[in-house]
């Protein structure tokens, strides 16, 4: 913990003494990995939702663009709200809000285990929704402020909890919601009650964090920027986003609608279908925790540059390949393609310094409601068009991850989170 002098420095000095312990401190890894515990139980509740969609889409006679709707309704919630928490969180703030928002996502899985309708149904996600929403700007900050030196490996740790929690999501389709049904979800509950316990002991450390004297770097002021530098800066925005774009509707693609796709091209049963999506979603959560540390030895923008490079004819190859060369593939495109998910967050993060909730609730909330829109808009098509031929087209959406070549390189972005 960082420790306060006996003198009371001028206001401008007290800042610059604590951004510089800051940037001094060891990595607090029993937080960072509390953290990502959480983020593990926060997203394994997530995945609750696409897992039921084979038993919604069954009892409830649903169509594949209602199962969007679902989808949608989570994500967008989500989307939505991250920024705004983040932006409150950048000037403001607040640690209690971390085991409130889990009190959110267990009123949620209540509810959805007992919905009798689909507009309930609707009511437990949105509630869910606002759950993530609360948790993941303020966890991102948690990370940042344990993190030291050590931002990439600090992240990895965060975001591979969860995308381990997502890729759980065949697996309680195969283990639970055929089993039990819908009335699988009230487990869920019993993950939220130990999620707000967790969230309590991080919120103490935060708050003592930031008793003990911790800022944040401090916000660039809107007219100190250079206007060209300002515009580059917007650009580099934009393309994260594109990013995110292309990499959110694959994943959706493959989160929401691969196993349709396997039943029907390779008739299989819905549990065997679930093997499937796992080896995509695991290997995925792996690489989010490589990326991390890869871009800290070999810069930032070569992770993301490279996880598209390798990752695109993969994705692409999927629907032509035998079942075998199918599961060969999805572990290394899962892989290769999410390695550099954390890595965005923190190239972000570094072209706007002292926004990092804002920040990190725009990727990872935009992510989300990419995610959301995605299934929703996917879901329509497949109605239409048939779940063969837009799975066949989703296999080229990573590659929008071609703009990463347009990106600034590290020592610019570096260059420009120092100035």
Known sequence: MLQQSNTTPAPTEKTSIAQSQATSQSTVYRILLAISFVHLFN????????????????????????????????????????????????????????????????????????????????????????????????????????????????????????????????????????????????????????????????????????????????????GSVDPAKRKRIIWATIILVMIVFGRSWYGAAMGSYYSFYLMNQYQLSLEDAQIYVFLFLVSGAIGTFFGGPLADRFGKRNVIKFSFLFGVPLAIAIPFVSLTWASILLLLTGFILMSSFSVVVVYAQMLHPGSIGTVSGLITGLAFGMGGLGSLVLGNFIDTYGITNVMLICGFLPLIGMLTWLLPSDRTLQEWSNS
Not at 49 to 63: D, E, H, R, S, V
Not at 124 to 151: D, I, Q
Not at 173 to 202: D, L
Not at 208 to 222: C, D, E, I, P, Q
Request: proline share 6%; glycine share 10%; net charge positive.
């Open 43 to 222: 997203d394994s509740i997530q995945a609750v939702i696409p897992a039921i969609f084979p038993i919604l889409k069954q009892n409830m006679q649903l169509t594949y663009t209602q199962l969007g709707w679902i989808a949608f309704a989570i994500n967008f919630t989500s989307a939505i709200m991250q920024p705004i928490i983040g932006w409150a969180a950048d000037r403001r703030p607040t640690p209690l809000v971390l085991p409130i928002g889990m009190c959110f996502t267990l009123t949620g899985m209540l509810l959805l285990a007992f919905a009798p309708s689909y507009w309930v149904v609707l009511l437990a996600v949105t509630l869910v929704g606002l759950g993530s929403a609360a948790f993941h700007p303020e966890g991102s900050r948690v990370s940042h402020m344990a993190a030291g030196m050590r931002k990439g490996l600090a992240q990895s740790i965060f975001q591979v909890g969860g995308n381990t929690g997502s890729a759980l999501a065949p697996l309680l389709t195969k283990w639970i919601f055929i089993p039990y049904g819908q009335f699988g979800a009230i487990g869920f509950t019993f993950i939220a009650a130990a999620g707000i316990a967790v969230q309590t002991y991080i919120a103490r450390w935060y708050q003592g964090m930031l008793n003990s004297g911790y800022v944040f770097t401090k916000r660039r002021a809107s």
